[in-house]
């Protein structure tokens, strides 16, 4: 079974300064994919990134990187230049395959102020 | 704009009645799933779909059953509600052959009084 754990409830980042995120995960699988996803307050849950195991390269998009160390199973999100606007809780998740279900970790509530 | 949708947003509603929470989709997608989200926040799968006719429970036992008659509606119906069930409900999709990125609607919360 797979499982993800995000060890930070919550965090807190002045707001233009850089945060990470810890998430690590254990499985015995080989290709699977990652996923941070934004929960803001009252609204919609996006996608934030996403990290296809098979590709060494970290991931990024715009001020939202990741440092992705297979051998250690660990998914860890930086976001840069924080905003009031990242105020939200972040979810890692994992899948192993296009057929499985998406597994969550417990969640990091990231509270940016200015 | 391709997008997910649920209705209602906010439902507050007396123990014993029926309930049915509704999630539309205009992506094509085949997958669609049904969260729980308890106040600590965590995510608990209670169903999902593979397709037309295809219904599945999911980690977390619910009292809810769905049903999948088109490919863009999921249905989740609870026939008696419990204050138990005041929870936020996510619906999701996702594509199947191409990637697993599940795209969130916006949520419902249900009180149960």
């Known amino acids: 079974a797979q499982t993800v754990t995000q060890s930070q409830p919550e965090m807190s980042v002045q707001e233009a300064e850089t945060v990470t995120l810890s998430c690590t995960y254990d499985?015995?699988?080989?290709?699977?994919?990652l996923f941070w996803y934004k929960q803001p307050p009252s609204r919609q849950m996006i996608l934030v990134i996403r990290q296809e195991a098979y590709k060494q390269q970290n991931a990024t998009e715009n001020r939202f990187s990741v440092n992705f160390q297979k051998a250690a199973k660990s998914f860890s999100l930086k976001i840069s230049d924080s905003q009031l606007g990242d105020t939200a809780m972040y979810f890692c998740?994992?899948?192993?395959?296009?057929?499985?279900?998406?597994?969550f970790g417990g969640g990091t509530r990231l509270m940016v102020k200015p | 704009e391709a997008d997910i949708y649920q209705t209602p947003r906010y439902l507050v509603i007396g123990t014993g009645k029926k309930i049915t929470l509704e999630c539309s989709q205009t992506m094509g997608h085949d997958k669609m799933y049904w969260y729980q989200q308890d106040p600590g926040m965590e995510l608990h799968l209670i169903h999902y779909?593979?397709?037309?006719?295809?219904?599945e429970k999911g980690d977390l036992s619910s009292e809810s059953t769905v049903s999948r008659i088109r490919t863009e509606h999921f249905p989740l119906t609870l026939e008696s509600a419990r204050p138990s069930h005041t929870s936020q409900y996510l619906c999701a999709s996702s594509d199947l052959v191409y990637t697993d990125t599940q795209y969130f609607g916006p949520g419902t919360r249900l009180t149960v009084l």
């Open positions: 499985t015995s699988e080989n290709n699977y994919y």
């Open positions: 779909s593979y397709g037309v006719n295809s219904t």
């Open positions: 998740a994992f899948v192993y395959n296009a057929g499985n279900m998406l597994t």
